[in-house]
């Protein structure tokens, strides 16, 4: 199989739990009481590169998978690779990207019965997606499925667009509180637009740098990078809850990168949390990989009114 990524020889050494961050250096809501009410409640990823199991939560790694269920395929007439030849006709083999067990992410809510979640996509261009990969979404039970799990290695895509390749990551989820940014009511974010300059002025950091997160995660706001596009059910209409975001960007400065992962000769200088850097021999481990589209991300919703749990996904770069 094709890839860009370098083989990863050696697994991650930090623990997968939850990782330390600085607090948010204001109150929000006494600073724009306008935002009373609209913070929620986000579980963080942070996407390091790694060598995770079947029985990990990870981004890009492999799936605890049942022996009875053949891997998916994408035999999508419209898929492609662009400025390549053609797919042709032999489907694809879908890739694993995201897999998170309950016990990790105690902030997702799974459907009655299930504790597992998984996604994998079509790591080709689908114009009906679209112009992204084409995702697969499925709720399980990590017992029922561990009973009967596949032994060996899944079908490796025979092609793919390298946007769309995640290299293996294992992941810390960390929960957080974070504020809108793009989803603001109409006309919110233009009224408090000189007050979030002066902010900036007089405090050194802006309301987006401390307040919002624009990295892979769960709940909590899509991490969007163009104007919010949220989907409603298709089949009762209402609007969707978001899942969560796979983004292209991942926090290597400021208030979101975590305290461990800081440059230590910042931490010994005392460096403000919205200031500092990444310890430049990590930074290559940071994040999946995927550039998706430039610097984009797949934004996954559900559907918790409908019994099935109907699910959607947007994209944007």
Known sequence: MPSGHPQQTTAQARPPGPRPLAPIPFDVEAVFPELTGSAREVTLLYPRAGRPGPGDSSLGGPLLWPADEPWPMCAEPDHYKPLSPPVGPEPV????????????????????????????????????????AAPRLHWRSAATTAAGAVVGEPPRPHTVEEDFLPRP??????????????????GLGDLLDERFEALQEERGYSYFEVATTEQSKVGGYPGWTQQPNWPDCAVCGTRMDHLLSVTATEPGAGRWLPLDDR????????????????????????????????????????????PDTPYAHRYDC
């Open 169 to 186: 990551c294992t992941v810390s989820p960390t929960p957080a509180v974070e504020y809108p940014n793009g989803d603001m009511p109409e």
């Open 263 to 306: 440059d230590p000769r910042q931490e010994a200088a005392a460096t403000p949390s919205w200031r500092a850097e990444a310890d430049p021999a990590a930074l290559d481990g940071f994040g999946h990989d995927m550039c998706l589209g430039d610097l984009g991300g797949m934004y996954f919703f559900v559907c918790r009114s409908c």
């Open 93 to 132: 083999a879908m890739l694993p990207v995201v897999q998170l067990y309950a016990r990790d992410v105690p902030g997702l809510v799974f459907p009655a019965g299930t504790d597992l979640l998984q996604i994998l996509w079509c790591p080709l261009v689908h114009e009906a997606a679209p112009y992204a």
